[in-house]
């Protein structure tokens, strides 16, 4: 499934570098790797598929090379890796564009399927899918229905403009910030968001105390599982 995929790690670290190497060559993957910015700004031509880019780099920021690289392809899958203590660059790399991250240090499977998740994601904003399904939840994005099992779901407007946000991205986590920017205003309090989100749960989740569909990313946003 994944033979012929090219993905270029962006990373200072060495051992990082052979480690990833080792680990998705033998899932099938073209490994491609850049030690700092300037090299990865120049094997970009190489059109890779996935970019997995650490935030501390030698001579450019991980920020600023992500800005970079969206300015050249706003399409591509990035995977942010980073330190557990850096919850501010996690977030602000997201809100610029990143698709995911993961905290070094990290296990390979994990890794693997948020490279999945991510690539699933790209596919699924360029070719939007009217009929979301995951698990016992769907959402029909043209007619606006949204079931639980063979359940209807009654919505608030604002309560399904926020379930909409989250399909559209699933598999990716939404910063407090954009779902603000986008339902409200960025500036307004968090707590309406965590409002809406408790009320949407209640209504989607067997156990909203335990919800399967709508995850917390704790100090950052929401991801919805994706299918």
Do not use: C
């Amino acid at each position: 499934m994944s033979a012929g995929i090219k993905v270029l790690v962006i990373d200072d670290e060495p051992p990082i570098r052979k480690l990833l190497r080792m680990g998705l060559g033998t899932q099938g993957y073209d490994v491609l790797e850049a030690p700092n910015g300037k090299t990865a700004l120049t094997m970009l031509a190489e059109n890779p598929d996935l970019v997995l880019l650490d935030l501390g780099l030698p001579d450019i920021t991980g920020l600023e090379l992500l800005r970079a690289i969206r300015g050249r392809n706003e399409r591509i899958p990035i995977v942010i890796l980073s330190s557990r203590d850096d919850e501010a660059g996690k977030v602000e790399a997201l809100d610029l564009g990143a698709d995911d991250y993961v905290t070094k240090p990290f296990g390979m499977e994990e890794l693997l399927a948020r490279m999945r998740a991510a690539m699933r994601h790209q596919l699924q904003v360029q070719g939007e899918r009217p009929v979301f399904r995951a698990g016992d939840l769907s959402v029909d994005l043209v007619r606006r229905i949204v079931r639980v099992g063979e359940r209807d779901v009654k919505l608030s407007p604002k309560e399904y403009d926020l379930l909409r946000l989250l399909v559209l991205h699933a598999g990716k986590v939404l910063t407090h910030k954009y779902l603000l920017g986008e339902l409200w205003d960025e500036h307004t309090d968090a707590q309406y968001l965590r409002v809406y989100v408790r009320q949407l749960r209640q209504k989607i989740e067997a156990d909203p105390e335990q919800p399967r569909h709508i995850l917390t990313e704790t100090g950052i946003g929401y991801r919805l599982r994706g299918p």
